[in-house]
């Protein structure tokens, strides 16, 4: 990652990851194919949301993260909370 741009933090984890793999595409000059083929998932679950037709689950985000040379990270939101937020 080139780090020239960060995504605003009110985005949530998808659209962040969104924008960021967006950018990468571009500047690795990647195929959807070729991401989906070392993430090991479907090509045509890249396509569709890379298009913004679909939505990720978080394992598939994270091995597109992965792919793109990006991390998604927890982060507790306090000490013995229920829930988490994520980051890229």
Known sequence: MSGEQVPPRDLDIREQLW???SEEVDRMRITPYAIAK??????SVVSRWLRGERDLTLATAAKIA???G???VRIDTAAGAEEADFAI
Do not use: F, K
């Open 19 to 21: 924008l960021l793999a």
């Open 38 to 43: 070392r993430a090991r998932v479907s090509p």
């Open 66 to 68: 992965r792919v793109l």
């Open 70 to 72: 990006l991390q998604i």
